[in-house]
């Protein structure tokens, strides 16, 4: 071996000195120094090293860090050499996994290991892995914005903060066993509440904490959450990021495949939390009406996931649904009495005979609402001017099926109508109906609702459709009903939620909350039968398809033109918007391109497209990488339809994000 | 359950015979005679139409043998699951003409009891129809209630189970049907019997049963409301009698069997809907262009995501205001959730919009000859009414486009946002059944296939008498049953079928070569230019010929660097597994690829020196017949040699050549 000195000291072999600092890269660190040759392999550095060190540890994560070089050794049978090292190279023996806290779609805060030496697409890979998120190369992760997550940290110092590290280090490297809640979540309760968390839908944010929260004001704006993606192809420690340093897991391509409820349950909830920020945080502008939808989603997905329903499926068969019932009814009566009219019971469908106030509007009318009595038999109501006159002809008489039912409610008001709208032959009659109170309303409404879809009230569902009429009543006693604008904890119960917390803030100014409790009502009742993943899915269908949905913007400079544009990338297209008033100019598809090239010089894209169209543009508000990135990935996932397989294709997918690693 | 099961056998089989003694004509193992009516049929069916009567009484007499031979059909298909029914159970004992009523025990008793009383029975006779017995009756009467029963060790999962087949039996005896009278193009009707739960693809089917048509997918049943002046195409997989049943007793409304090459123009030509970019006027002749690929990937993008793509359609329409004849231009824009419009003083972002209508409860019409009833701007109207509106009303709501094309995106973009992927279903099952069709007649002979099949499907196999107006030849069942043996497996085995029509290859294509516009782009590192190449393979047009030309620039440019020093060793597999993998995601190019590079090679000029100097045809602004002079990228796009024929080889040596680069 080396060591030996000639007469001056010096070495006579062609040894030197090096000298590793262990841990991360902090200069403090303490240091060993070693006497290695060129033709030294990493490998017998790394044994050197653990040798010197004389402690007894797990070291198989520990590899070389090259600050200068910012890079890994990691190929053991490289000699120094090769590697081009010196003795004045600043090497780290520390460990290729390192804790770092994620926020995650459904922003909680989580602790885990990730691998600082991977390329971020395997380290993803790795992390979704471990929560049991399919298709991780549809998610990415960003660097957290600084500023804001300071000022966060000061007003709510406690957030909770979940981990997993020691998962990763039970685990290992080994890919985790999904069988149910998958193996390595099971280990303890702190896990599998972190499980949990991962897979449970959050309930509504504090409305008040909704106003505080940065939304996009601008397009100029929403281009901003892009310069921050971190680059797939090289790994986080290149990229700067340090030990407990907070990242963002998102998902980054708008191209979700095979989603399926039953085994993506973690996936299937993160997409709807991102959906449901985005929607919250105005980064995806959508409709009045289409915001009522989104919130009556997710009143009730919070509903179902506090009630713990999370496995079961709210709708049944609507076919067999009478059917079966009949079987029971009839089974039991034929195992008692036999001798009862067995079939009549089957037919009697239950109905609702009651004093109410019907208010018809008609032109050039001033009468106001008048008591009837009024019976709902079946699909059909029917009036009387009094009980008396119940058995002879109604005054009138309505088929609900397909008709309109609006409530018409305000609680602190006392006042609960249902507004029918029934359409005629001749057109839409209208009519009132006004209740007393919550409980005649919530039977009355359900009986309307069920037969505006052409059922009884003989039908199973009745029953869960008056508790959620009068569970949302009540949501607006307490909820909004005085002054409108409570806060209330991030945690609050199904009963006492704010409807604030479930529209986009624009709305909280808009309405008053007892205006915006009536209309989540009126769209929940089409959402009201959907099981929890049902709901979510069904949510993030709808997001799906708002038209500005999935875009990722980008301030681009178009080659010849002298001012800012945006560039707007989705899965399927790019989209040159004017920046000041937000039209789209032109739009290219992703199928008609032909090839892009990144001039990383000049920080320009150059796409040609079918037809000699060629455009070029240079980036400003994000590197040109990222851009290029969006665009090979896009390409990268519209691969993916043909192997149906789980398997990724890494290669590929780095072959068309990278390119870049060169410079 | 085998005990149980041989039961419900015996059951359903003894019901099935009792049929059999009605209709008295039949021996089991024959089929029906296909000659002559039954002289005395006594028909086992409630008929649930209150003008059943005067329909028939309308009919012409070779309408009512048509309608007899329905009849038939339907107890010859009953006797053939009678067939079924016997084989499955291992009990050959039964022999239709010997049942006797005494037989039935316990529950069966009972539920035949049902079925007697509490079906009309209507005798039908060579003159004219007696009235059915009860028509209106919905409800099946409560049976006499069984006397005590001759209880045997009968467990009691045997008596659910023939308690629900009995209900099975009662509520298929409560089916209802409806003589429908069709209109045909000729301006001859055909009146065929639909029962209740037929969709209109159903009642197609027996059409084309009947008629000579070819069953390409444009034959739809339209609705016509000559009252009203507007009209609809039958969405297929629309229930018949429902939307018949919205129909007035004294209607004027009419259904038509015709081509209409509208019902599925977005499955033929999807380009004219979804990529209608504004600006592209003279759309129509570059929308030809597009090959069959590229619509399958435009297809599937559209309809086969999480989420439907709606297409993006907005623009200034007319408004008929509400009562009168005057009409407002307004802006309009089609999302998934509704139409909106942008009111006055407000931007068309999201945030602004007026909900116009919501689709839930309203059909989309064509409005026929609006200019001359309603003062309309032009003829190109569409109208959106809740589907029991059958007379002028303020809620029809009509509305105005500029021009046919116009008018069709709308409409075309209604349906879509309203039936959403039943559409493509729809779409699908249609193409299924042209191309079926259009095999059988290229068969030339008719097979004399055994017409005594099991198949008795449900789609309407109730074609057996020759003389349904004259039109059925003698081999129309055995036609039928083949076409439908053929239809079944065709979507078990979804094996490739000729193309019928313009579309070729029709669904079961779609499947086999989904994504195949989008190859992945092997990146080809450069020195300062990283060139990926998305290839678009299957571009037929100027590809072949464009792609590989930008040979000259290669020349000029320096050449390639050494590879950069690190990642030696971890370099991408070597060529041969590179060889191996394209075809996993590259599809074969189209075959008319080589027939086009041959003619056309248009290699685009070498790019001008100064690429930046004259930026006069800004591709982005307007659409200029292609600039290909300019290429703007330094880099050319892959260095093959020129004169490639084939892109993939270009792909190829591009890859290769970069891992040259590399090694």
């Known amino acids: 071996m080396a060591g030996m000195k000639t007469a001056t000291g010096d070495y006579i072999d062609s040894s030197w000195e090096l000298r590793v600092f262990v841990g991360e890269d902090d200069p403090e660190a303490e240091s060993v120094t070693l006497r290695v040759t060129g033709e030294s392999h990493i490998g017998g550095v790394l044994l050197k090293i653990v040798e010197e060190i004389k402690r007894k540890q797990d070291w198989s994560d520990h590899a070389i860090w090259w600050e200068q070089k910012r890079q890994w050794l990691l190929q053991t049978h490289w000699t120094l050499d090769k590697y081009g090292i010196l003795a004045d190279a600043r090497l780290f023996f520390g460990p290729q996994h390192r804790p770092i806290i994620l926020r995650l779609p459904n922003r909680r805060a989580l602790r885990l290991r990730a691998s600082f030496s991977q390329p971020l697409f395997q380290a993803v890979a790795a992390i979704c892995r471990l929560l049991s998120i399919r298709h991780p190369e549809e998610l990415s992760l960003l660097r957290a914005p600084e500023k804001k997550e300071k000022k966060k940290k000061e007003k709510e110092p406690e957030e909770e903060l979940y981990d997993l590290t020691k998962v990763v280090l039970a685990g290992g490297v080994a890919p985790a066993l999904f069988r149910g809640m998958p193996a390595h979540f099971s280990d303890s309760a702190q896990t599998e509440a972190c499980y949990h968390m991962l897979s449970r839908p959050q309930p509504p944010p504090d409305p008040l904490l909704l106003q505080r929260l940065p939304r996009p004001s601008s397009l100029l704006d929403k281009t901003q959450l892009h310069s921050r993606w971190l680059d797939s192809s090289r790994c986080l420690m290149q990229q700067g990021i340090k030990a407990g340093d907070m990242l963002w897991l998102r998902f980054k391509y708008y191209s979700f495949f095979d989603l399926d409820p039953k085994t993506d349950p973690v996936r299937l909830t993160q997409l709807y939390e991102q959906a449901r920020w985005d929607l919250l945080l105005e980064e995806t502008d959508c409709t009045e009406e289409e915001m009522m939808v989104f919130a009556a989603l997710q009143y009730h997905i919070n509903k179902l996931s506090q009630s713990g329903e999370v496995g079961k499926t709210a709708g049944t068969d609507l076919g067999l649904d009478d059917l079966d019932a009949a079987l029971n009814n009839l089974e039991v009566k034929l195992e008692g ?137 009540s949501l607006q006693r307490t909820g909004g009903g005085g002054s409108g604008n409570h806060p209330q904890g991030p945690d609050a119960s199904a009963e006492g939620l704010n409807p604030y917390g479930l529209v986009a803030p624009r709305f909280q100014r808009k309405f008053k909350a007892k205006q915006l409790t009536p209309r989540i009502l009126e769209a929940h009742q089409n959402v009201a039968q959907l099981s929890l993943s049902e709901a979510q899915l069904r949510f993030i ?6 038209p500005d949905f999935g875009i990722s913007y980008v301030v681009v400079r178009f080659k010849g033109s002298k001012k800012d544009e945006i560039l707007g990338i989705a899965n399927n297209r790019l989209i040159r918007i004017d920046l000041a008033v937000g039209d789209v100019v032109k739009t290219w598809r992703f199928s008609n391109m032909r090839q892009w090239n990144v001039n990383w010089d000049i920080r320009q894209v150059a796409i040609e497209f079918d037809e000699h169209i060629n455009v070029a543009f240079s980036c400003v508000s994000a590197s040109c990488r990222i851009v290029h990135e969006y665009i090979g990935g896009y390409i990268f996932l519209s691969t993916r339809e043909r192997a149906r397989g789980e398997e990724l294709d890494e290669d590929l997918f780095l072959q068309l994000t990278g390119g870049h690693e060169a410079f | 359950m085998g005990e149980s099961s041989d039961d ?31 002289p005395r049929a006594e028909f086992n069916y409630s008929v649930g139409f209150k003008d059943l009567n005067e329909s028939l009484n309308a009919l012409e007499d070779q309408d009512l043998d048509a309608l007899m031979a329905d009849l038939v059909a339907d107890i010859s298909e009953a006797e053939q699951r009678t067939i079924q029914a016997q084989k499955e159970s291992s009990q050959n004992q039964h022999h239709p003409a010997s049942v006797e009523v005494p037989d039935f025990s316990g529950a069966a008793a009972l539920s035949y009891g049902a079925n007697v009383t509490a079906i009309s029975v209507s005798q039908y006779e060579d003159d004219l129809p007696p009235p059915p017995a009860d028509p209106m009756l919905n409800l099946p009467l409560p049976p006499p209630p069984p006397e005590p029963l001759s209880q045997e060790e009968e467990a009691a999962q045997a008596k659910a189970d023939k308690i629900k087949l009995a209900l099975e039996k009662l509520k298929e005896a409560k089916v209802k049907k409806l003589v429908v009278k069709v209109h045909m193009n000729d301006n001859s009707t055909k009146s065929l019997m639909v029962d209740e739960r037929q969709s209109a693809r159903d009642v197609l089917d027996n059409l084309f049963e009947k008629t000579h048509c070819d069953c390409n997918v444009d034959w739809c049943l339209y609705e016509i409301y000559p009252e009203l002046q507007i009209e609809r195409i039958f969405e297929d997989h629309e229930n018949v009698i429902e939307v018949l049943s919205d129909w007035t007793r004294d209607t004027e409304n009419k259904v038509l069997f015709l081509e209409k090459e509208e019902k599925y123009a977005v499955f033929k030509n999807p380009q004219n809907f979804y990529l209608n970019n504004k600006g592209r006027k003279e759309g129509k002749e570059t929308n030809e262009k597009m090959n069959a690929k590229n619509k399958e990937s435009l297809l599937e993008e559209s309809f086969c995501g999480t989420s439907i793509i709606v297409p993006e359609l907005e623009g200034a329409l007319s408004l008929k205001e509400d009562g009168k004849k005057t009409w407002k231009r307004r802006y309009f824009l089609l999302r998934a959730s509704g139409i909106y419009y942008v009111p006055k003083g407000k931007t068309k972002t999201s945030r602004d919009l007026a909900c116009f209508i919501q689709f839930e409860n309203v059909n989309i019409y064509y409005g026929i000859q609006c200019k001359m009833k309603y003062k309309a701007p032009t003829d190109y109207c569409f109208v959106l009414k809740h589907p029991q509106i059958q007379k002028e009303s303020q809620y029809i709501k009509y509305l105005c486009c500029d021009d046919a094309r116009t008018l069709n995106q709308w409409v075309m973009g209604i349906r879509i946002a309203k039936y959403g992927k039943t559409l493509y279903d729809n779409y699908q099952r249609a193409m299924a059944r042209a191309g079926l069709a259009s095999r059988w007649t290229n068969q030339s002979t008719v097979s004399t296939a055994p017409p005594a099949t099991s198949a008795a499907p449900s789609t309407g196999l109730k074609t057996s008498t020759p003389q349904a107006n004259g039109q059925i030849p003698q081999a129309a069942h055995s036609i039928s049953t083949v076409l439908e043996e053929a239809h079944r497996h065709a979507e078990t085995t979804k094996d490739k079928k000729p193309a019928l029509g313009n579309q070729g290859p029709g669904a079961p294509e779609a499947h086999q070569l989904p994504k195949s516009s989008l190859p992945p782009p092997p990146p080809v ?50 060529p041969p597994d590179f060889h191996d993998a394209p075809p996993d995601f590259v599809p074969p190019p189209p075959p ?25 045809p800004r591709v982005a602004l307007k659409r200029p017949p292609a600039p290909p002079k300019r290429k703007e990228s330094p880099g050319p796009a892959v260095g093959g040699g020129s004169g490639e024929q084939d892109f993939m080889s270009d792909l190829m040596k591009a890859l290769q050549k970069k891992r040259g680069n590399m090694s």
């Open chain 2, 8 to 38: 419900i056998d015996q059951m359903f089989s003894n019901l099935l015979g009792e049929m059999d003694l009605l209709t008295q004509s039949l021996g089991v193992d024959t089929l029906p005679p296909p000659e002559s009516k039954p």
């Open chain 2, 592 to 616: 008319s690829f080589a027939g086009d590079v041959g003619s056309a090679l248009p290699p685009p000029p070498p790019p001008p020196p100064a690429p930046e100097a004259a930026g006069p």
């Open chain 1, 541 to 546: 269908q709808a997001w799906q398809s708002l």
């Open chain 1, 337 to 473: 009495s036999a001798s009862t009219d067995v079939l009549n019971n089957l037919t009697t469908i239950p109905e609702l005979k009651d004093h109410l106030r019907i208010f018809r509007p008609r032109k050039l009318t001033l009468k106001g609402y008048r008591q009837h009595w009024v019976v709902f038999k079946e699909t059909t109501l029917s009036y009387y001017k009094s009980q008396d006159e119940a058995p002879g002809d109604p005054i009138q008489q309505l088929n609900l099926k397909g008709c309109e039912v609006v409530p018409d409610v305000n609680v602190s008001g006392q006042k609960f109508c249902i507004k029918l709208l029934v359409p005629s032959p001749e057109g839409m009659s209208e009519i009132y109906l006004r209740c007393q109170d919550e409980k005649q309303y919530a039977r009355w409404m359900a009986g309307c609702r069920l037969a505006s879809k052409g059922r009884t009230m003989a039908d199973s569902s009745y029953d869960s459709e008056v508790q959620a009429i009068l569970a949302f009543l």
């Open chain 2, 525 to 574: 590192r450069r020195s300062s230019d990283v060139c990926s190449s998305p290839a678009t393979a299957p571009r037929a047009r100027g590809l072949g010929g464009g792609f590989p030309a930008p040979a000259p620039p290669e020349d000029s440019l320096p050449p390639p660097p050494p590879p950069p020093p690190l990642d030696e060793d971890e370099l991408p597999p070597p």
